[in-house]
């Protein structure tokens, strides 16, 4: 059955498992709604929230034989629906990452539902399967099937949220079914991306293929593909005519070592219309995901020293840690990832016109220094 969790905005977050007992565990906490972490010059409009999590939710789709399991982070105690962002995990990552991300968009109003997709490493040993990251990222590359059932996990999930209010009574009356947006980070931009509408070549199959969901409102690509993997051309984007913001930054690096200048793409070929890219000097790959943001360490989300090598030369990062620089500089960059995120989901999500404009100036590159530029078209 479903176990909820609730989380005052006021004292902290966590991330979280499933020890062998199924029982909720708690690791150590992050704040959720830290406003030192918040860019000063955009300010919310809404309230914080109180952040309720329902986790132990599983779809099953008869079609496809599959069950996905769901976690949900959602405004508690609150009136009123809000809008809904479904967001997609990394490759080999589940539902239970991304926590600092997630909790913190729902204490800001929204309702966020994260899936585990079929590739997650955890769902694969819980399967009595052997799978580590280079393997799952080997088959991210090639697995065609794979990058299909990502995208139709999330429309799944869409046409679903009526069964998830059953599943979870504490959020009926709570979504708004016509406010719903789509967010990815990594192998998790790449199902964004193909959600939002940009097409593939499949391999030894049909070309520029779509995978669009017209419920759709607007999309959020945390260091994303570009051109010549995963089927993707110069002219997947030519349709995205919904809201896209894309994020990288100088030390971000695809799996297989492209640079920053590879994961502008998505921006650089799609066409004009609420278009916007957001750089962050010295992000890596993982900067996005707030990890590490409070040092990561304190969760036990450590990494041995060679496989940690291993990776940083793949997907880039700081001087002494793979993670891009140290705790102070990853929280720096954490805050300016959320402040970029939540504005624009206030601007196409609920139609704040103030968030808009605070997209649309130089207010975040003024207030980093310089560390962060946002182009639009």
């Not at 794979?146 to 599943?167: C, H, N, P, V």
């Amino acid at each position: 059955m479903p176990i909820t969790l609730l989380i005052s905005p006021t004292v902290t977050a966590c991330s979280s498992k499933w020890n062998d007992n199924h029982v909720f565990a708690q690791s150590s906490p992050t704040s959720v709604s830290d406003r030192s972490l918040i860019a000063s010059t955009y300010k919310s409009n809404q309230q914080v929230y109180d952040v309720g999590i329902v986790d132990n939710l599983i779809l099953k789709d008869a079609q496809r034989n599959r069950q996905i399991p769901i976690k949900i982070s959602y405004p508690e105690g609150q009136q009123g629906s809000f809008p809904v962002i479904v967001f997609s995990h990394g490759a080999g990552a589940s539902k239970d990452d991304y926590a600092p991300l997630t909790s913190f968009w729902a204490s800001q109003g929204y309702i966020c539902i994260q899936p585990t997709h079929a590739d997650s490493i955890a769902l694969n040993r819980q399967q009595g399967n052997s799978e580590n990251l280079r393997e799952s990222v080997r088959q991210m590359l090639g697995d065609a099937k794979g990058w299909k059932d990502r995208a139709t996990d999330i429309s799944f999930i869409i046409s679903s949220l009526s069964e998830l209010e059953r599943q979870a009574p504490q959020l009926k009356g709570k979504m708004n079914t016509q406010r719903i947006g789509v967010g990815g980070h990594s192998y998790g931009a790449y199902t964004a991306q193909l959600v939002g509408g940009a097409t593939i070549d499949i391999p030894g199959g049909a070309k520029a293929q779509s995978f669009a969901d017209r419920r759709v409102r607007a999309v959020l690509l945390l260091s994303p593909q570009g051109t010549g993997q995963q089927g993707l051309t110069r002219n997947s984007w030519a349709k995205i005519n919904l809201p896209m913001m894309t994020m990288t930054g100088s030390k971000d690096r695809g799996a297989q070592g492209q640079g920053p200048d590879w994961k502008e793409e998505p921006f650089k070929y799609s066409p004009a219309g609420e278009k916007y890219l957001v750089f962050i000097e010295g992000a890596s790959h993982f900067s996005f995901s707030g990890r590490f943001a409070d040092g990561g360490q304190a969760r036990g989300e450590t990494l041995g020293r060679q496989r940690g090598w291993r990776l940083r030369e793949r997907f880039g990062g700081g001087d002494r840690r793979f993670f891009g620089g140290g705790q102070q500089q990853e929280g720096t960059i954490f805050g300016y990832v959320k402040t970029a995120s939540l504005s624009f989901w206030d601007a196409y999500l609920k139609q704040d016109s103030k968030a808009k404009e605070f997209l649309k100036s130089d207010a975040l590159n003024s207030e980093s220094n310089g560390d962060v530029s946002i182009s639009f078209k």
